[in-house]
DNA sequence: AAGTCGGTCAACCGCACCTAA
DNA sequence: ATTAGGTGCGGTTGACCGACT
């Protein structure tokens, strides 16, 4: 028995959004919040299926997201976090606030994996390259499969997975998400990297809320997570995280106020000409 | 000017995981 | 314990754009 497909994909809209989408979707996140992602596109009245509103929103259209390039000291913490992680991309974003995965993913594709290689580095064990080349150069000579799987590049980045490096990783005995205790220097390095971006992001956030009306209005009501984003490094806005996935915007919020900040947003920026502005747009 | 090529990135696809019934 | 629905994740695709010939 076959999964059943996420949505009836006959007579939904396919490729790049249009800026009218754009506007639907966020209009209807900000006033409604997101209950079930299957529900909102019929809520909101768009020819999209929930997961294509989702992706929208996680990796375009939410207020929090980083726009930009990324810094050298961001990709060094990136190739870092890689080396531990492997290619678990919505893990390594978790220590980038504001950034997608998707964003990490194809900035790793595109650029890292790239300078890797013209450092000598395989982007994927993360070792020198001639040690690579001569486990290849044995699987010409030797004929015995097994012996070489498990040796093999891909063989030792499973094996560094298993051994609860990563477990510990991402979460200590407290909870906490972080480096391990043994790896001190790492864990300093990220740590603080993670906690200047987010401090960037706060304030590159309040500057950009502040030239916008509902930013000023969320900023000046003590909104949820905005008022205690200082020490909990959350950028979340004050959309919860995508845990709950639910945003009480909607009840608290008076409608005129969000439909001010979208048409500030209109006002100030095309959303197709979004990117354009890069990261410029939170230090204007 | 036109064609080709390579890089970038938004979006899609399918599977895995989680959770409620 | 099982099942089905919802969501998350990682791999892949394809459109777009600039550089180059």
């Avoid at 790049?16 to 909102?40: Q, S």
């Avoid at 864990?187 to 502040?210: H, M, S």
């Avoid at 919020?253 to 000409?273: H, R, T």
């Amino acid at each position: 028995m076959g999964r059943q497909p996420c949505c009836d994909k006959v007579g939904l809209k396919r490729g790049p959004w249009t800026i009218e989408e754009d506007h639907k979707l966020m209009n209807f996140i900000l006033n409604n919040g997101i209950h079930c992602w299957r529900m909102v596109p019929k809520l909101a009245g768009l020819l999209r299926c929930g997961k294509s509103c989702r992706l929208r929103w996680i990796n375009y259209l939410r207020p929090d997201l980083k726009r930009g390039g990324f810094t050298e000291a961001e990709e060094n913490q990136m190739i870092q976090l890689h080396s531990c992680l492997g290619n678990r991309w919505s893990k390594i974003a978790s220590h980038f606030p504001g950034r997608t995965d998707n964003e990490i993913k194809n900035h790793w594709n595109t650029r890292i994996k790239k300078r890797l290689k013209h450092l000598g580095e395989d982007p994927l064990t993360h070792k020198p390259i001639e040690e690579k080349e001569n486990i290849e150069e044995n699987k010409d000579t030797i004929t015995q499969h097994s012996n070489i799987t498990s040796s093999s590049p891909e063989g030792e980045l499973e094996e560094s997975r298993g051994t609860g490096l990563e477990a510990k990783l991402l979460e200590d005995s407290n909870g906490n998400k972080g480096f391990p205790e043994s790896d001190e220097k790492s864990r300093n390095e990220v740590q603080l990297t993670t906690l200047d971006d987010a401090n960037d992001i706060l304030k590159n956030y309040e500057v950009f809320c502040g030239s916008l009306d509902l930013g000023t209005l969320m900023l000046n009501q003590g909104f949820p997570n905005t008022s205690s984003m200082s020490n909990s490094y959350s950028t979340s806005f004050s959309v919860e995280d995508s845990n709950n996935a639910s945003i009480s915007i909607g009840e608290t919020m008076q409608e005129n106020c969000l439909q001010q900040w979208v048409d500030s947003v209109d006002s100030m920026l095309s959303w197709d000409g979004f990117n354009i502005f890069g990261q410029d747009l939170f230090f204007f």
